[in-house]
T-cell receptor, first 113, second 114 residues
Framework: DQQVKQNSPSLSVQEGRISILNCDYT??????FLWYKKYPAEGPTFLIS?????DKNEDGRFTVFLNKSAKHLSLHIVPSQPGDSAVYFCAASEGGGADGLTFGKGTHLIIQP | DAMVIQNPRYQVTQFGKPVTLSCSQTLNHNVMYWYQQKSSQAPKLLFH???????NEADTPDNFQSRRPNTSFCFLDIRSPGLGDAAMYLCATSRVGEGSQPQHFGDGTRLSIL
């Protein structure tokens, strides 16, 4: 029973264009959402997060949008750069406490020159 | 740089032979987590320590145990590894008590079972 779903295993985007990665969740108790970036042979690196009290959070080229009614969030990267090629994981948690994260399976983003 | 360090990066063990993976942190975070990630799958939480309190996930096999002798170190013990335990094991830390905070991950230990 996957509570966090990333339905696109891979995404190819041209350098300079916008990359949009999507994530859906089923657990209405989730109130904190994160995106992690992972290069091969490295651990996930925190990218950006959003609390359920917000619908948008922006950090430089990265923006996360949250649609609570649709239980959907997305990560926008603009403009996309070659160094953005990586696997992106969507994750969620409840309550901001010590509980662990529930991850999606990831989307492999490939930025083409 | 403050960080989460996992040793070793690669571990090979024999079927049924106990193995221990280690994690240390210099972030002074009060929570440490262990995740298992199999190929093309989502990382899955095994258990976590909140200070000295151990919290096991309901579906974590009994084969897996953990120790946290102090704030900085946490160990994952696999008592009798089976072929299905071959995976990447990720350690993470976070600071709880200051609102929602992200978890910080180490680079993982890739475990192979012969």
């Amino acid at each position: 029973d996957q509570q966090v779903k990333q339905n696109s295993p891979s995404l190819s985007v041209q350098e300079g264009r916008i990359s949009i990665l999507n994530c859906d969740y089923t657990n209405s108790m989730f109130d904190y959402f994160l995106w992690y970036k992972k290069y091969p042979a490295e651990g996930p690196t925190f990218l950006i997060s959003i609390s359920s009290i917000k619908d948008k959070n922006e950090d430089g080229r990265f923006t996360v949008f949250l649609n609570k009614s649709a239980k959907h969030l997305s990560l926008h990267i603009v403009p996309s750069q070659p160094g953005d090629s990586a696997v992106y994981f969507c994750a969620a948690s409840e309550g901001g406490g010590a509980d662990g994260l529930t991850f999606g399976k990831g989307t492999h983003l490939i930025i083409q020159p | 740089d403050a960080m989460v360090i996992q040793n070793p990066r690669y571990q090979v063990t024999q079927f049924g032979k106990p193995v221990t993976l280690s994690c240390s942190q210099t972030l002074n975070h009060n929570v440490m987590y262990w995740y298992q990630q199999k190929s093309s799958q989502a990382p899955k939480l095994l258990f976590h320590y909140y200070d000295k309190d151990f919290n096991n996930e309901a579906d974590t096999p009994d084969n897996f145990q953990s120790r946290r002798p102090n704030t900085s170190f946490c160990f994952l013990d696999i008592r009798s590894p089976g072929l299905g335990d071959a995976a990447m094991y990720l350690c993470a830390t976070s600071r709880v008590g200051e609102g929602s905070q992200p978890q910080h991950f180490g680079d993982g230990t890739r475990l192979s079972i012969l």
